[in-house]
T-cell receptor, first 112, second 115 residues
Framework: GENVEQHPSTLSVQEGDSAVIKCTYS??????FPWYKQELGKRPQLIID?????GEKKDQRIAVTLNKTAKHFSLHITETQPEDSAVYFC???????????FGAGTRLFVKA | DAGVIQSPRHEVTEMGQEVTLRCKPI?????LFWYRQTMMRGLELLIY????????DSGMPEDRFSAKMPNASFSTLKIQPSEPRDSAVYFC?????????????FGSGTQLSVL
C-alpha cells in the first residue's frame, strides 16, 4: 500500500523567512496530494492540494511542487507569520482516489 | 451545512469498558473515514466506507475495534474491550466520494482516554 514520508519533523524559522516541508510517496498510482494544517487542539484543515497532472500550484504565500518521476512533493511557505505556527501534514491519495494516507507531520514554529 | 459532527467530544473510561464513538457525515457525502491520531503514530486510517459499504478495514488494529455505517448519515466506531493504549484522538472525515482524490472534511474529533 501507499507510504508517505515527511521531513523534517520539526522546523523553526524566524518571522518573515521561508519554510519548506518535503514529502515522498511510494505508490506511483497516487494522483492527488493535499496538504493539511492542524492547529493545537483543532481538526486538520486543507490548505492547498495538487494533482498529478500539474507540477506546481500557488495560493498567496503558499505553494506546492510535485515531481512525479522522483515521487517527491513539497510545501513552500513564504513570508512566514506567527499564525503559520502549526502542524502540517502532507498526504497522498492512491488507486481509486478514495484512500488518503498521511505523512507523520511537521511541527512548524515561527518566531516573532 | 454543520459539517461533520462527532460525539462525544471527550470520553474518559476505564480499561475493559466498551466505547462507542459516533459520526454524522456532511449530507450528500458518500465516503466516510475513521482516523486515529497519536503523537507516536500520527494520523492513521482505520477504516473507510463508500456508499455505506466498508471498503478497506486494513487499518483496524485489532478485533476489539469494529465500525458500522447503517445509513448514509451515521457511523459508529466501537472498541470492546478498551485498553489504555487506545487513548488517542479519533477523527471522522467525509468526502463526496467521487473517487478522484478529494478534500477531506474532518469532524472535531473525540478525545478518548482509557484509564
Amino acid at each position: 500500500g501507499e507510504n508517505v514520508e515527511q521531513h523534517p519533523s520539526t522546523l523553526s524559522v524566524q518571522e518573515g523567512d521561508s519554510a519548506v516541508i518535503k514529502c515522498t510517496y511510494s505508490d506511483s498510482a497516487s494522483n492527488y496530494f493535499p496538504w493539511y494544517k492542524q492547529e493545537l487542539g483543532k481538526r486538520p484543515q486543507l490548505i492547498i492540494d495538487i494533482r498529478s497532472n500539474v507540477g506546481e500550484k500557488k495560493d498567496q504565500r503558499i505553494a506546492v511542487t510535485l515531481n512525479k518521476t522522483a515521487k517527491h512533493f513539497s510545501l513552500h511557505i513564504t513570508e512566514t507569520q506567527p499564525e503559520d505556527s502549526a502542524v502540517y501534514f502532507c498526504a497522498a491519495s492512491g488507486t481509486g482516489g478514495f484512500k488518503t494516507i498521511f505523512g507523520a507531520g511537521t511541527r512548524l514554529f515561527v518566531k516573532a | 451545512d454543520a459539517g461533520v459532527i462527532q460525539s462525544p467530544r471527550h470520553e474518559v473510561t476505564e480499561m475493559g469498558q466498551e466505547v462507542t464513538l459516533r459520526c454524522k457525515p456532511i449530507s450528500g457525502h458518500n465516503s466516510l473515514f475513521w482516523y486515529r491520531q497519536t503523537m507516536m503514530r500520527g494520523l492513521e486510517l482505520l477504516i473507510y466506507f463508500n456508499n455505506n459499504v466498508p471498503i478497506d478495514d486494513s487499518g483496524m488494529p485489532e478485533d476489539r475495534f469494529s465500525a458500522k455505517m447503517p445509513n448514509a448519515s451515521f457511523s459508529t466506531l466501537k472498541i470492546q474491550p478498551s485498553e489504555p493504549r487506545d487513548s488517542a484522538v479519533y477523527f471522522c472525515a467525509s468526502t463526496l466520494g467521487q473517487g478522484l482524490g478529494e478534500k477531506l472534511f474532518f469532524g472535531s474529533g473525540t478525545q478518548l482516554s482509557v484509564l
